[in-house]
């Protein structure tokens, strides 16, 4: 018998337009197999019923049909017993099984736009900063210049993206990363350009949580992509924003699915720390009340076994092409990130592979 949870969040990730009746029990969508209607954008001729255990499909524009497993393997891109194993791994007690209290996002996007505007700025910041196209007048002011186009070369961060350089005050020899509402800053991260540096980060205190990167940028019809930091999130042009730390609170996502129509992807570093933050995340009531709104990214296998741990790292050694697609193509709905993990545990701290 094949739990009717699984059968549901396979559906809700890999298929469009879906329409669930019977129950729960009935599946109705656009074939993602043929591609459906070419006429019609708005015609769901793909049917899955749970059949009470033996799940069946058809498709009424392509005509195929069959079982679960089979489509399974063909839609995840696994093989057929890879597939088999990930479907009867899964089990319904390791969930939490409360009913999913549907968030009313634009209520919550009325909330956050109510409140009163931040009044805290940091545009003093630049005072005693240098860009990368400023003269400088001294030594030091072109020893860093010279750091922070290395620093932006190398990392292969975007031109329209402004970063900065400190060279006095409490931010002195940092790289500085802003947010920018209009003219104004409202955020940055001072990163230390010595690894020697202590702490990695220095970064004023903000209410981080109503701190929405690109949120004037983002498209609803797509996934709005969370990243850890700001550089990984500079990566995924105008879909990416970040949680300014390892946390995803449930007020930055509230407001993040406000946005978006399709959900939310959360990219967590792919080493130790990384998993912490995925365990205390999914381990949370609200971070499992989520899941049937968002999908984790996943390392391709060969990237996972190079040892990269960001995307930025990745997107700086490989050529990776459309980000926004790559990440959306490797990125997988909660019961599928968990079986994978399960079957494929590492020891090397490289734990986000498929």
């Given at each position: 018998?094949?739990?009717?949870?699984i059968?549901?969040e396979?559906?809700?990730?890999?298929?469009?337009?879906?329409?669930?009746s019977?129950?729960g029990t009935h599946?109705?969508?656009?074939c993602?197999?043929?591609?459906?209607?070419k006429?019609?954008?708005?015609?769901?001729?793909?049917?899955l019923?749970w059949?009470?255990?033996?799940?069946i499909?058809?498709?009424?524009?392509?005509q195929?049909?069959?079982?679960?497993i089979?489509?399974y393997?063909?839609v995840a891109g696994?093989?057929y017993e890879?597939?088999?194993?990930?479907?009867?791994d899964?089990?319904t007690d390791?969930w939490?099984?409360k009913?999913?209290n549907?968030?009313n996002?634009n209520?919550?996007?009325?909330?956050?736009?109510?409140?009163?505007?931040?009044?805290?700025y940091?545009?003093y910041?630049l005072?005693s900063?240098?860009?990368?196209t400023?003269?400088?007048t001294?030594?030091?002011?072109r020893?860093?210049?010279e750091?922070?186009?290395?620093?932006?070369s190398k990392?292969?961060?975007?031109?329209h993206?402004?970063?900065?350089a400190a060279?006095?005050g409490k931010y002195?020899?940092r790289f500085?990363?802003?947010?920018f509402?209009?003219?104004?800053i409202?955020?940055?991260?001072a990163?230390r350009?010595?690894?020697?540096?202590?702490?990695?980060?220095?970064n004023?205190?903000?209410?981080k949580?109503?701190i929405?990167l690109?949120?004037?940028?983002f498209?609803?019809?797509?996934?709005?992509?969370?990243t850890?930091?700001?550089?990984?999130?500079?990566?995924?042009?105008?879909?990416g924003t970040?949680?300014?730390g390892?946390?995803?609170?449930?007020?930055f996502?509230?407001?993040?699915?406000?946005?978006?129509?399709?959900?939310?992807?959360?990219f967590?570093?792919?080493?130790?720390?990384?998993?912490k933050?995925?365990?205390?995340f999914?381990?949370?009531?609200y971070?499992n009340?989520?899941?049937?709104?968002?999908?984790?990214f996943?390392?391709?296998?060969k990237?996972k076994?190079?040892?990269?741990?960001d995307?930025?790292?990745?997107i700086t050694?490989e050529?990776?092409?459309?980000v926004?697609e790559?990440i959306v193509?490797?990125s997988?709905?909660l019961?599928?990130?968990?079986a994978?993990?399960?079957k494929?545990?590492t020891?090397?701290g490289?734990?986000f592979?498929?």
């Open positions: 018998m094949i739990d009717l949870e059968v549901r396979f559906v809700l990730e890999h298929f469009p337009m879906v329409k669930i019977k129950g599946f109705h969508a656009r993602v197999l043929c591609g459906d209607s006429k019609s954008q708005s015609k769901r001729r793909f049917h019923d059949n009470k255990g033996n799940p499909w058809q498709c009424f524009n392509c195929r049909s069959g079982s679960f089979p489509l393997a063909e696994v093989d890879t597939a088999k194993s990930i479907i009867f899964y089990h390791q939490n099984k009913k999913w549907r968030w996002c209520e919550t996007i009325k909330k956050v736009n109510s409140l009163p505007p931040l009044t805290t940091h545009d910041i005072r900063c240098i860009n990368s400023d003269n400088p001294s030594y030091i002011t020893r860093l210049q750091e922070l186009k290395d620093f932006i990392r292969k961060i975007p031109k993206i402004r970063i900065y060279y006095e002195r020899n500085i990363i802003p947010v509402e209009g003219s104004s409202i955020y940055f991260q990163r350009i010595q690894a020697t540096m202590q702490p990695k980060y220095i004023p205190v903000s209410e949580e109503r929405i690109n949120k004037e940028k498209d609803p019809h797509r996934y709005i992509i969370a850890e930091g700001l550089i990984d999130a500079f990566m995924i042009p105008n879909q970040a949680s300014l390892s946390t995803f609170s449930e007020t996502l509230k407001t993040l699915f406000g946005f978006s129509k399709r959900g939310v992807i959360l967590f570093d792919n080493d130790e720390s990384g998993l933050a995925f365990n205390k999914t381990d949370k009531e971070g009340n989520f899941k049937d709104k968002v999908k984790y996943l390392f391709p296998d990237y076994r190079q040892g990269y741990t995307l930025n790292e990745l050694n050529d990776i092409g459309d926004y790559f193509k490797n997988h709905m019961v599928t990130v968990k994978l993990l399960d494929d545990k020891t090397d490289r734990i592979g498929n």
